[in-house]
T-cell receptor
């Protein structure tokens, strides 16, 4: 089976850096995804990791360690608009092509 | 192309009624997914189409649920004899067959279903 864990809530202030962790267990790992979801809106794609290491894209970076079943999303220079839910998802060969999502981490950014 | 579209955006129905939702994927995206999301949870996979073929179905997809993609373009999700537990956001996503974005799933705005 699959299991994905991430913190339920996090808070941070504008301009700060925040790291959202995700641990997972899968039978046939085939990629890890991070999505951002604002309240009442659809998830939007942030990043994709399939090999170990860091992927950087502007203010957002995502890291993967397959041996540890661990990923993190790093958000720099936080802005108020970054307040949202951040969803960690994995693709498992044993489960087909669909994404298996965690429950999401609600990030609140204050001034 | 403006992205994945879903219709209706909101649906309120009484228990026992049938409802049907429509999803129009991004053009030329041959892969289409349906997910269900309840409050405080991440999306849960329901079913997957590649072109017109329904290749994967979740155990969540009971016999009251049926999905089609008759011409490999738009898709419909029907729920028969709705129950209050069916209240959720139903999300559709699509992916292209190849290219730099082929690992991404592009989500539509969702249909929020409320069963009274």
């Amino acid at each position: 089976g699959q299991n994905i864990d991430q913190p339920t809530e996090m808070t941070a202030t504008e301009g700060a850096i925040v790291q959202i962790n995700c641990t997972y267990q899968t039978s046939g790992f085939n990629g890890l995804f991070w999505y951002q979801q604002h309240a009442g809106e659809a998830p939007t794609f942030l990043s994709y990791n399939v090999l170990d290491g860091l992927e950087e894209k502007g203010r957002f970076s995502s890291f993967l360690s397959r041996s540890k079943g661990y990923s993190y999303l790093l958000l720099k220079e936080l802005q108020m608009k970054d307040s949202a839910s951040y969803l960690c998802a994995v693709r498992d060969n044993q489960a087909g092509t669909a994404l298996i999502f965690g429950k999401g981490t609600t990030l609140s950014v204050s001034s | 192309d403006t992205g994945v579209s879903q219709d209706p955006r909101h649906k309120i129905t009484k228990r026992g009624q049938n409802v049907t939702f429509r999803c129009d994927p991004i053009s030329e995206h041959n892969r289409l997914y349906w997910y269900r999301q309840t409050l405080g949870q991440g999306p849960e996979f329901l079913t997957y189409f590649q072109n017109e073929a329904q290749l994967e179905k979740s155990r969540l997809l009971s016999d009251r649920f049926s999905a089609e993609r008759p011409k490999g373009s738009f898709s419909t999700l029907e729920i028969q004899r709705t129950e209050q537990g069916d209240s959720a956001m139903y999300l559709c996503a699509s992916s292209p067959p190849s290219g730099r974005h082929n690992n991404e799933q592009f989500f539509g705005p969702g249909t929020r279903l409320t069963v009274l």
